[in-house]
């Protein structure tokens, strides 16, 4: 069974920085496309940044520049490091397999205060 645990979110002021951490287990983050996705309130889920199994790394161009996307093999574990937040990074953030998905998440909130 695939279980992903999206932790590291929190409230931070505009220009700060989070780190993102997602624990996988039942996939293995490096044979799979990753990605992290955002949801704020009262729209769509949108991928923000993904890795392939190759290590190419994609960002939206809302985040890219600011937004930087890993992960550690022998953790099993995804991440995303998040600088220079803005108020409008504020969403629940979740990562999943890009092709998959596979069961989502709870996800971890991320506030940005201006």
């Known amino acids: 069974q695939v279980q992903l645990v999206e932790s590291g979110g929190g409230l931070v002021q505009a220009g700060g920085s989070l780190r993102l951490s997602c624990a996988a287990s039942?996939?293995?983050?490096?044979?799979?496309?990753m990605g992290w996705f955002r949801q704020a309130q009262d729209k769509q889920r949108e991928l923000v940044a993904s890795?392939?199994?190759?290590?190419?790394?994609t960002y939206a161009d809302s985040v890219q520049g600011r937004f930087t996307i890993s992960r550690d093999n022998f953790k099993n574990t995804l991440y995303l490091q998040m600088n220079n937040l803005k108020p409008e990074d504020t969403a629940v953030y979740y990562c999943?397999?890009?092709?998959?998905?596979?069961?989502w998440g709870q996800g971890t909130q991320v506030t940005v205060s201006s």
């Open positions: 890795i392939t199994v190759g290590s190419t790394t």
């Open positions: 999943n397999s890009v092709y998959g998905p596979y069961s």
């Open positions: 039942g996939i293995l983050v490096n044979f799979n496309d």
